[in-house]
């Protein structure tokens, strides 16, 4: 079965930087499109940034852009957000995400990790 495990979270101060990775199993990664969203407790699921199969399409949040950056190695099926600067907003539970190639939206998800960022 499809499966979405992320690593690499924890605590930071502000200015820092963390790496998250997702490991995906259960299907062909090279074939999808993924993403990473983050979440407030009480808040909608927002995206942070998106990567095409190739790598050749990246968007990002806008809060993020410049300062996270989306990679992926599909020999590895891992996905990774690499975040620098990082802000206390930031602090929230990010989640790597599968999208649906015929609808563009997301039909699996990871379990997340929280991010804390705090003196």
């Known amino acids: 079965q499809v499966q979405l495990v992320e690593s690499g979270g924890g605590l930071v101060q502000p200015g820092g930087s963390l790496r998250l990775s997702c490991v995906a199993s259960g299907f062909t990664f090279e074939n999808y499109w993924m993403r990473w969203y983050r979440q407030v407790p009480g808040k909608e699921r927002e995206m942070v940034a998106g990567?095409?199969?190739?790598?050749?399409?990246?968007p990002y949040l806008a809060d993020g852009k410049g300062r996270f950056t989306i990679s992926r190695d599909n020999a590895n099926s891992t996905l990774f957000l690499q975040m620098n600067s990082l802000k206390p907003e930031d602090t929230d539970v990010y989640y790597c995400?599968?999208?649906?190639?015929?609808?563009?939206?997301?039909?699996?998800w990871g379990q997340g990790i929280k991010v804390t960022v705090t003196s």
């Open positions: 995400a599968r999208v649906e190639p015929a609808d563009s939206r997301v039909d699996y």
């Open positions: 990567i095409s199969r190739t790598s050749r399409s990246t």
